[in-house]
């Protein structure tokens, strides 16, 4: 048996109801809608979270915090990361994205501090932390600002 030879059990699917197709089929004329109102009409419902024109809770509910809309953000990549290029290698927001250690440059690159380095590289980002940059010089590299 095959996943294109699979049926459904007899009686396990129904046909929809036809509505607005005469008063035979029990579904005729109003099409199941009922007479007057909002929701008899095309296009006619009420949107999410109206409560009847109650104060909505989410008006009701206090606000809260903040969001800083000229915040940047930054890609974050720490430095033992880095230690998978080869001696001598200069590193840069192109190559990070090309290797898929970066998913997206977004402000820049910051480089973080968190592990070792053992290889001379060239690392050029944006942002470097004192922790890193230090460690990437101590292996004898260059910790360059874009």
Do not use: W
């Amino acid at each position: 048996m095959k996943l294109n030879e699979l049926k459904h059990v007899d009686g396990a699917t129904h046909s929809g109801k036809r509505k607005g197709r005469g008063t035979s089929s029990g579904n005729g004329k109003t099409a199941g809608r009922g007479q007057k109102g909002q929701k008899s009409r095309s296009g006619g419902n009420v949107r999410l979270g109206f409560e009847g024109g109650q104060t909505p809770l989410f008006k009701r509910l206090p606000k809260r915090g903040f969001t800083n809309f000229f915040r940047k953000e930054f890609a974050t990549i720490n430095v033992a990361d880095l230690a998978r290029y080869g001696e001598n290698a200069v590193v840069g927001p192109e190559q990070l994205l090309r290797d898929g250690l970066v998913k997206n440059v977004r402000c820049g690159i910051k480089v973080l501090g968190d592990g070792a380095l053992s290889v001379k590289l060239t690392v050029q980002a944006h942002k470097f932390t004192a922790k890193a940059k230090a460690i990437i010089e101590a292996a004898g590299g260059q910790a360059e600002v874009i």
